[in-house]
Nanobody
Framework: QVQLVESGGGSVQAGGSLRLSCAASGYTYSSYCMGWFRQTPGKEREGVAAIDSDGSTRNADSVKGRFTISKDNAKNTLYLQMNSLKPEDTAMYYC?????????????????????WGQGTQVTVSS
């Protein structure tokens, strides 16, 4: 059974950094498309960053130059390094995986492309 567990969220002041982790289990992790999303109450879920089977990445315009997605295949873990955090980055952050295909190219920032989700980790940025 596929499982994703996020960690690393917390409270930080504007300009600070956090690194989120997403531990994956229950499937062959390395070849799947994965992504990070965030959501605040009353707003739609937003795709933040994605990584494809070859390790190519794409970021939302709102986080370009500040957030970096990466993965460690040996540890079956996905990361999101978040630098220069802003109050508007405050949200619940989720990792997601697309496991219905074994290879993907380009990465996906739309949540509908993913079929497995973690439970989320809260990030709060104060001004």
């Amino acid at each position: 059974q596929v499982q994703l567990v996020e960690s690393g969220g917390g409270s930080v002041q504007a300009g600070g950094s956090l690194r989120l982790s997403c531990a994956a289990s229950g499937y062959t992790y390395s070849s799947y498309c994965m992504g990070w999303f965030r959501q605040t109450p009353g707003k739609e879920r937003e795709g933040v960053a994605a990584i494809d089977s070859d390790g190519s990445t794409r970021n939302a315009d709102s986080v370009k130059g500040r957030f970096t997605i990466s993965k460690d295949n040996a540890k079956n873990t996905l990361y999101l390094q978040m630098n220069s955090l802003k109050p508007e980055d405050t949200a619940m952050y989720y990792c997601a995986a697309r496991t219905d295909i074994t290879y993907c190219s380009g990465g996906y920032l739309r949540g509908t492309e993913y079929n497995v989700w973690g439970q989320g980790t809260q990030v709060t940025v104060s001004s």
